[in-house]
Structure formats: structure tokens, C-alpha cells
């Protein structure tokens, strides 16, 4: 996915309004927009097409899917046929339902992220010692596409080792959960950054900040 700036905006706010403002205050410097539960609840799936139409973004719909393959397969239509370019899927649930998104993907001309290993700090209980076995999946699959956290420089590079150099990774954490740009970008294509842009009080300052920094 050709992801403008190696940037990509977290849209977790509950209003199409809101969300009109941020996409807008940053579209010279974004143009990949990840939609995930807070708007999609709020304002329903269609937020998405909403969205993509008024600013040409493409969307990753970030519904961490996860669950038997027949369910995994509904959502995935649903998200594909509401105008997402890619679905994020949960790897724990095991290579059957991920498999049952890869199948709608192929079949709606989409992509699948797989995530590996999550940013916050409880995802070392239970997460953390499967998500090598869940990059090894992903490989296994030929899934191309995965996401790994920026929290945790050292996991990252981790599994950028397992999913190898042509797998394309983005990475969220970076800003509000502490993660760094510059190292991120280090070992993932893309870093998503949600609440430092869109709670700034100048989004398109802070976001053209975030891509100066990268250029330097
Ligand atoms: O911390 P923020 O505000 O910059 O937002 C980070 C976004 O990335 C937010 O939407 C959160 O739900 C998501 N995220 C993580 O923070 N950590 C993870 O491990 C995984 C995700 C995520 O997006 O999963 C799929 C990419």
C-alpha cells in the first residue's frame, strides 16, 4: 500500500463533523486514514465511503477482527463492500479465520493487515509471547501486510526479522502512547498516529511537524 508521508491518521473521533475537520486540517500531508470502532459506531459504516469520497483517502478499516471464520468472513464483506481498502485481523484466532478475511480481500480486489503484537502495556501478558508464532502465520499465508507497535522498539524489529524486509509493516504508539517517530520508521513503512494530531489544537501544523521531523 503506497502510504503518502509513511504516515497514517488514527481517526478515532465520534463525530462525521470532527472527523470532516482533522482529515481536512491534514490532507496536504495524509492520505491514508485508518477508521476503526469509535466513528464507525458512531456514525455508522458508511463514515467510511464519507470519508474517502470528500478527501480521495484511502481507508484501513481497523475492526481487529477476530473471530470464527464464518463471522470473520461476514465482517470482511461488509467492511470491503462500505469502500475500505484493507481490514486489520486479529492473528490469535488462528490461520482459519484470518484465512476467511484473505478470501474476501482476494475476491473484493482488498488487503488484510494481520497484527501481530499490540502497544499497550497489557499486551505483554498474553499477546506478546504468541505474536512471533503470529508473524510466522502470517509469513506462512503470504500475507504481506502487518501491523506491529511502536511502543516496543526492540518487538518491532522483531518481527520486521520474521516477516521479512518486503513485508509491509505500520506500526501505531507513536506520540500520546510514547513511541518515536524516527525509530519506528527505522523498521515499519508506515507509523499511525492518532490523538497527537487530531487533540492538538492545530492538526495540520502538528501533522506537518510529524513529516518534517521524518525528513530530517
Ligand atoms: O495512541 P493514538 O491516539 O496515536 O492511536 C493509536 C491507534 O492505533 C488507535 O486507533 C489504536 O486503537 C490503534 N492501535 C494501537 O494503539 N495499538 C495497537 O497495538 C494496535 C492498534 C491498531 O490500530 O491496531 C490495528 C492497527
Redesign the pocket.
Known amino acids: 500500500m503506497e502510504v503518502k508521508n509513511r504516515i497514517i491518521l ?1 481517526l ?1 473521533v465520534k463525530t462525521m463533523e470532527r472527523a470532516f475537520e482533522v482529515a481536512d486540517a491534514v490532507s496536504d500531508y495524509i492520505n491514508t486514514i ?1 477508521v ?1 470502532y469509535p466513528l464507525a459506531l458512531a456514525e455508522g459504516l458508511e463514515s467510511i465511503s464519507m470519508i474517502k469520497e470528500e478527501f480521495s483517502s484511502k481507508i484501513i478499516a ?1 475492526f ?1 477482527v477476530a473471530d470464527i471464520p464464518e463471522t470473520n468472513r461476514k465482517i470482511a464483506d461488509l467492511t470491503f463492500e462500505a469502500g475500505a481498502d484493507a481490514i ?1 485481523v486479529h492473528g490469535f484466532v488462528g490461520a482459519d479465520s484470518v484465512t476467511a478475511c484473505m478470501e474476501s480481500a482476494d475476491e473484493h480486489d482488498k488487503e488484510v ?1 494481520l ?1 501481530t ?4 502495556p497489557g ?1 505483554s501478558a498474553f499477546l506478546q509471547p504468541a505474536a512471533e508464532h503470529i508473524a510466522e502465520m502470517g509469513v506462512e499465508l503470504g500475507i504481506k501486510n502487518y ?1 506491529a ?1 511502536a511502543t516496543k522498539i526492540n518487538r518491532l524489529e522483531t518481527i520486521r526479522n520474521i516477516v521479512g524486509k518486503n513485508a509491509f509493516i ?1 506500526s ?6 510514547g513511541g518515536e517517530t524516527s525509530s519506528t520508521l527505522d523498521f515499519a513503512d508506515a507509523a ?5 494530531i487530531y487533540l492538538s489544537h492545530d492538526p495540520k501544523n502538528t501533522a506537518k511537524g510529524i513529516v518534517d521531523g521524518i525528513k530530517l
Open positions: 488514527a478515532d485508518k476503526g481497523d481487529k486489520i493487515f497484527l503484537e499490540m502497544s499497550h499486551a501491523v507497535p505500520i501505531p504508539g507513536v506520540g500520546a502512547q499511525i498516529v492518532g490523538r497527537s
